[in-house]
Each structure stands twice: as C-alpha cells, then as structure tokens.
C-alpha cells in the first residue's frame, strides 16, 4: 500500500489571512476543487469563513511542526501496511472549526469522516481531525493521522461500514493500529457494553449515534439518550477489540477485497465476516 501526506495547513493559513468576504469564499472552493469538478485538496470540512481563532491555532500546528509529525506517521503507516493491497491514500492534518458557530457540528463531522458514504470510495482522503478549541499534542497527531489512514484502508479493503457492529469493528481495529488509550474506567466500560449489547448489531441510526457517542451529543441532535457517557462506543470498540488479541494489519490481510461492482455482495460478505457484538461481548469470534 502507498501512502503519501498532503500538507494542507499552510494552504489554510493562506486563506484565513485574507479578509472575510465573498472573494475568500470562492478562493476556498478553488484550493479545494484545483479548477475541476472533484475534490482535489480535502478541506472541506474546514470553516472559510472562520474568526482569528482559527489562523491563531494554524500558526500554532505550523509552528509544532503538524504538518512534518503528520507525513513522519504516514510513511510509519505506509511501512506498517506494506503487504496490504489497495488504492494509494492520501493523508492530511486538517483543522476544523468547533468555536466559531454554526459551520461545525463537532459529532457529526467526525461521524461523516470517520464513516462517510459511498463516494468517498472513489476519493481515499484519510482526514485527521484538529479543532480549533484543543492544542493537540504530537503524540495526539500521531494517532489521528494513523487511525485516519487505517479507516480509510479498511473501508477500501471491507467496504464501507453500515451497522453498529461494522462500525465497532473499524473503530475497535484503528483506535489499536493508533495506539489510542482508554478513555473510560473499566466499569463504565462494561455498563455501556451491556447497553449496547442491548442494541443488537443494526439499530436504527440515532441509536448508532447514541452508541458511539455518548447522551450529550445525541441529545444535541435531538436524539434519544441510552445511558452512557461521551464517546462510550469507541471505548467499547477499543476494549472488545483487545480482548479479542486482534491484530489490525492481519485483520487487513486477511480480508476478501471488496467487490467493487457488486454491493450486495459487498455487504453479505462483510455481514458475514465481521464478529457479531453478542459473541464479542462473550469473548470469542463469530465462526467464518
């Protein structure tokens, strides 16, 4: 698998130093479509518009060298997935707004990139995600770009994920290619295990969103909350996925490339092959 970094950054810096008008808008569109009809810089989940909080945070991430930390972690990902066959993909640090209003949902912007839909097959773009109210650490870099990188090779490799249990598989899988660390006490783990055992493998999607990310931000869209504090789902994901001692890149391997021309079939074979939350929650895989 090739991998390569595609610093957008500066690109950003440059746009949020001209005045905030009509002109920096359509200067926005034109970095991100390079004059075609396709995205060509992936910036689109960027506020063009953002106040002086956002140029405050770029000169911080080029300052800490983001953009060097972000190609330093592809090519670990490139050496990491050698074996795995697939479409280049291109990785890229970007900073989206969660201060400045109403542009940014944080939760669903995340949602969107982390599982998107079909067409971001034909554009393999692996977004890590920077805000504008943290100050991220290089460490916290590292694993942004990496787990982006790995969804993306996962939805090239699997398809694009659908249920709850597809998207606990993806996330369990990245948040361990990352090295991504708990973020809740073993016991709220397993309370919102229980609780999302409970769901099944393909609730309705509030419930998906529920799951994944916690009461507060589903109640924010007007969601039904379940019981569980922020992000329990990626919590879960990560916890089933140790206990389960999978390896991310053999899990790569070991895939059935995805059938490009047939999504039914695409989705009967990743239905089958995934391990089932029930049997996960036990500790042991779903039988091939």
């Not at 201060?99 to 839909?117: C, D, H, I, K, S």
């Amino acid at each position: 698998m090739k991998v390569t970094y595609l610093p957008v950054l500066g690109v950003l810096r440059e746009l949020h130093q001209q005045p905030r008008n009509v002109q920096r808008f359509r200067n926005y569109i034109a970095s991100m479509t390079s004059g075609t009809d396709d995205v060509v810089l992936p910036i689109g989940v960027a506020n063009p518009m953002a106040r002086e909080h956002a140029l405050a945070r770029l000169d911080e991430l080029l300052l800490i060298g983001a953009d060097e930390i972000g190609a330093q972690s592809a090519k670990a990902a490139e050496v990491r997935l050698e074996r795995i066959e697939t479409v280049e993909i291109k990785a890229s640090i970007v900073l989206a707004d969660d201060v400045g209003g109403g542009w940014t949902n944080r939760y669903t912007t995340e949602a969107m990139l982390r599982f998107p839909g079909r067409g971001a097959l034909k554009r393999p773009f692996a977004s890590a995600l920077v805000w504008t109210s943290e100050s991220p650490t290089d460490e916290q870099l590292r694993q942004e770009v990496l787990a982006a990188i790995y969804r993306v090779a996962y939805q090239q490799r699997h398809g694009l994920v659908e249920t709850l249990a597809e998207r606990l598989e993806q996330e369990g899988l990245a948040a361990v290619f990352s090295g991504y660390q708990p973020t809740l006490a073993n016991d709220d783990i397993e309370g919102a295990r229980a609780i999302i055992h409970a769901l099944g493998d393909d609730p309705p999607y509030p419930a998906v969103f529920a799951a994944l990310y916690g009461d507060a931000a589903a109640e924010e869209l007007g969601y039904a909350p379940l019981g569980l504090p922020p992000r329990a789902g990626f919590a879960v994901a990560l916890a089933q996925t140790r206990e389960l001692g999978r390896d991310p890149v053999e899990a790569l391997a070991t895939m059935r490339p995805r059938l490009r021309d047939n999504a039914a079939a695409d989705h009967a074979h990743s239905a089958a092959s995934r391990p089932h939350i029930t049997n996960a929650h036990k500790g042991r895989r779903t039988p091939p």
